[in-house]
Nanobody
Framework: QVQLVESGGGSVQAGGSLRLSCVAS????????MGWFRQAPGREREGVARILRGSGLTYYDDAVKGRFTISQDNAKNTLYLQMNSLKPEDTAMYYC????????????????WGQGTQVTVSS
């Protein structure tokens, strides 16, 4: 059984930093991609960053490029999202996901999701 458990969310002022963690269990090698997504109230869920588990190659949405860093610690089965220079528009529920597909290059079926962790950025 796959489980993804996020932590690290909280409330910060604009310009601050947070690091999100996602501890994964039960994943097999077929889940070759992991990612972070976010959803703000009244808005659709959007992708933030992805990482190809085998190579560590990464992809970022333009809205977070240069401010957020996705990384993984395979020994700890943990995915991270370091978020710097946070803006009020980064306020959202952040979700960790795992799936299979082209990951960085294209379509990926994210079949496993965590419960989310709330990030609130005040101006």
């Amino acid at each position: 059984q796959v489980q993804l458990v996020e932590s690290g969310g909280g409330s910060v002022q604009a310009g601050g930093s947070l690091r999100l963690s996602c501890v994964a269990s039960g994943l097999t090698a077929s889940s070759n991609c992991m990612g972070w997504f976010r959803q703000a109230p009244g808005r659709e869920r959007e992708g933030v960053a992805r990482i190809l588990r085998g190579s560590g190659l990464t992809y970022y949405d333009d809205a977070v490029k240069g401010r957020f860093t996705i990384s993984q610690d395979n020994a700890k089965n943990t995915l991270y999202l370091q978020m710097n220079s946070l803006k009020p528009e980064d306020t959202a529920m952040y979700y960790c996901a795992a799936g299979r597909g082209f990951c960085i290059a294209g379509r990926t079926d994210f079949g496993y999701w965590g419960q989310g962790t709330q990030v609130t950025v005040s101006s």
